[in-house]
């Protein structure tokens, strides 16, 4: 078992630690004990049906969630810590962005407070991979989901992340951002942890898989050993269906 | 089917906080009420009126009966007749806002019983106050913005002619005028529901509940926060916008609107109110009979409820908009919420000088209470900003949902800043009549906001807080 004291040593092998993480809500254990080491540049998708604890181990691990027990690091620091926020990127589910700024004021407000290098540059250059461009004046508000969701997503990756934590991060988006998007993160030199149902972006996006069901991490293991486990007579999909089944 | 949409409704809008509120704003009437001593008609017909312009105001100014995402998306889909649903809708509304126009009028009844008109007709025209500004509400959802602004300017002028002679004005029958009063009252009411019931059975129904506002332009100018240092760009966001909380058109539909109001605008105004008032104190309350009723209406009262509106005003929908996945992911909370209490008292701080200055101006010509309010516009308002907004933070009461601005489903915890308000109203009129205590209030009020800048665990025990509640 890692120890407490060990703390804010920076390690840089190792983008994640998480070990025996507990958290309750009341009487429901959302996590109930996990482990998981996530190195660096490693892309790894966190599968799990509705209500495993996917969100709360994001949560968790992005620093907006306190754990009841266990221990987490990210690159050696709390995720809590200034040291391990310099090297997040967090995308939630349905986020939102601010409301009250323009899609321009968005990203150049949180490109600043990132200390983002060439600020002004990174925001031309989403504004256009997104097609933001024509709307960089307009409220959050006015925007389509997709549109909004393509401006959280730049918000998200604006500084360049070491670490990318995001939870379904091509919902909503049209197919040919979509594909934008796989060709941006594939020539991100970054470790990713993403949180998805679709297991065709979890095999687009990541090399590597960890299942959780109630709580508890049930599998993990590379994408190429669910396709041998599928043996060509099931889909991945089943395999990954009955490997959720199997809690003990 | 009536009693079953009715009850669904009902059930849907009211907790059980709802009578909390009721109560808390039943509270508040009397104490303030009772404030005008000697004078308790004219303070209380002040009071009521004030009230009812509110309620008639942003009624006709919003639009609409409060309609959730589930009305929209299943009640109003199911194949009920719009002579069911109506009558529901209206009695739904009329109970979720009109209860509290009647507590919060309550404190009117002593005046009934001080004045000379009829405590049951009095008790008629308040019903009928009660219920105008629902049918008002529906009868202009989904007008131009030009028709609504017009008929909120004739409500006005019809609440003020009460004071100007005008027989027919909605409260002239507190002063003479009964029969005329509340006839003309009456008659309005049952014309506006009529209307209104007949406008909402014809087949634009699901169009008049539910008149949100979806088109909104963009921004005339953009913020910039080119080359400025991280804690920088925090403090002049947090210091050039001033934020009003979406609940505020809790009156009438339910509207999601991003309004985002430059400080130098809020200057403008409190310049503006600063000279007023000046001109005023010296041209007209000069020259009035020196009587305490008179100091307090004309000159503490003011002075009081503007000093407490600025406080509030800037602090309750400051973080209404904020985003815990972007803001905090990227800063200490800490860091970024003392930056964000800095900029909000600094921003108070900067609307209120032209009222310093006013009231230094009204010190010097010997205008009572004028030298206490320099103090507290310098330096209470200030703090008193800070710890309201400190405060919110703590018990996420910023963090609105759609289904949290409908009338009477109040979620108390958005309403940790009525306490806190009432607090500091309450020290502002300890101030004011109490001389000495305004240096034991600054520096009480100072330890108490220390304690929440210096105190780490405050704001991240607030944003765990939040997130376990699902405010991302």
Not at chain 1, 92 to 105: K, M
Not at chain 2, 194 to 199: D, G, L, T, W
Not at chain 2, 234 to 250: G, M, N, P, Y
Not at chain 2, 285 to 304: A, G, Q
Request: hydrophobic share 50%; with cysteine.
């Amino acid at each position: 078992m890692l120890q407490e004291d060990n703390k804010d040593k920076e390690d840089l092998s190792n983008a994640l630690m998480m070990d025996s993480v507990v958290k309750t809500f009341g009487d429901i254990r959302a996590v109930d004990g996990i482990n998981i080491q996530i190195k660096d540049r490693e892309r790894v998708a966190l599968l799990g049906e509705n209500g495993a604890g996917k969100t709360t181990t994001i949560k968790i691990i992005s620093g907006l969630m306190k754990p009841d027990k266990g221990m987490v690091r990210i690159y050696g620091h709390k995720p809590s810590s200034i040291e391990a926020k310099r090297y997040i990127g967090y995308l939630p589910e349905d986020a939102s962005p601010y409301l009250n700024l323009s899609v321009r004021e968005n990203l150049d407000y949180i490109g600043t407070i990132r200390r983002t290098e060439n600020v002004q540059e990174k925001i031309e250059f989403f504004l256009d991979l997104l097609d933001l461009k024509s709307m960089e004046k307009q409220k959050p508000l006015t925007l389509s989901r997709g549109n909004r969701q393509k401006l959280c997503l730049a918000l998200s990756i604006i500084h360049e992340p070491r670490f990318a934590i995001m939870d379904e991060p091509l919902n909503y988006l049209d197919i040919p951002t979509q594909e934008k998007v796989f060709d941006y993160f594939e020539k991100m030199n970054a470790t990713f942890l993403i949180s998805t149902h679709i297991l065709s972006i979890a095999r687009r996006l990541t090399e590597k898989v960890i299942i959780l069901s109630s709580g508890k991490k049930v599998w993990e293991g590379q994408i190429k050993e669910l396709e041998d486990l599928a043996e060509g007579t099931k889909t991945i999909e089943s395999i990954v269906s009955e490997l959720m089944k199997n809690v003990s | 089917m009536f009693l079953k949409v009715l009850q669904l409704l009902v059930k849907s809008r009211f907790s059980r906080n709802y009578l909390l509120v009721i109560f808390f704003i039943f509270i508040y009437s009397i104490f303030t009420v009772n404030f005008g001593l000697n004078d308790t008609v004219n303070f209380g017909s002040y009071y009521l009126a004030f009230f009812f312009l509110i309620f008639l105001v942003s009624a006709i100014y919003t639009g609409g009966i409060s309609t959730t995402s589930a009305d929209r998306d299943f009640l109003l889909t199911s194949p009920i007749e719009n002579r069911v649903l109506v009558p529901a809708f209206f009695i739904s509304q009329a109970l979720a806002s009109s209860l509290i126009f009647i507590s919060a009028a309550s404190a009117s009844f002593i005046i009934l019983k001080n004045s000379e008109a009829s405590l049951l007709i009095g008790i008629a025209d308040i019903i009928c106050m009660a219920i105008l500004p629902i049918s008002m509400s529906l009868n202009m959802a989904g007008t131009p913005k030009a028709a609504r602004v017009g008929a909120a300017i004739v409500a006005i002028a019809w609440i003020f002619s009460s004071y100007a002679g005008f027989p027919f004005g909605p409260l002239s029958f507190l002063s003479g005028h009964l029969v005329e009063s509340s006839l003309f009252l009456i008659l309005v009411t049952i014309v506006a529901t009529a209307v209104s019931f007949r406008a909402i059975s014809q087949n634009s129904l699901p169009f008049k509940l539910s008149a949100m506002s979806t088109k909104s332009k963009g921004f005339k100018e953009l913020f910039s926060f080119r080359g400025k240092k991280p804690s920088m760009a925090v403090f002049e966001l947090h210091f050039k916008q001033v934020d009003f909380s979406s609940r505020t058109a809790s009156m009438g539909n339910i509207r999601i609107k991003v309004n985002r109001i430059s400080i130098f605008t809020i200057a403008l105004l409190t310049t503006a109110l600063g000279v007023f008032f000046v001109f005023f104190q010296l041209f007209y309350v000069k020259n009035l009979p020196k009587t305490s009723s008179d100091s307090l209406l004309y000159i503490l009262f003011p002075e009081i409820y503007i000093s407490w509106g600025i406080s509030l005003g800037l602090s309750t929908g400051t973080l209404s908009k904020e985003r815990a996945w972007l803001a905090f992911i990227s800063f200490p909370v800490e860091k970024y919420m003392r930056i964000t209490v800095l900029a909000k008292m600094s921003q108070s701080l900067f609307v209120s000088i032209p009222l310093i200055v006013a009231n230094i101006f009204l010190a010097i010509e010997g205008i009572h209470f004028a030298f206490e309010f320099i103090w507290i516009f310098a330096l209470l308002v200030p703090i008193y900003c800070g710890i309201s907004f400190s405060m919110s933070f703590y018990r996420k009461a910023y963090q609105i949902t759609q289904e949290d601005v409908l009338p009477s489903t109040y979620n108390l915890t958005q309403f940790i800043l009525l306490p806190v308000s009432f607090v500091m109203l309450v020290l502002l009129f300890l101030v004011s009549f109490f001389e000495g205590s305004l240096p034991f209030t600054i520096v009480g009020g100072g330890i108490f906001l220390s304690l929440f800048l210096l105190g780490e665990n405050h704001w991240k025990n607030g944003l765990y807080r939040m997130i376990e509640s699902g405010y991302v």
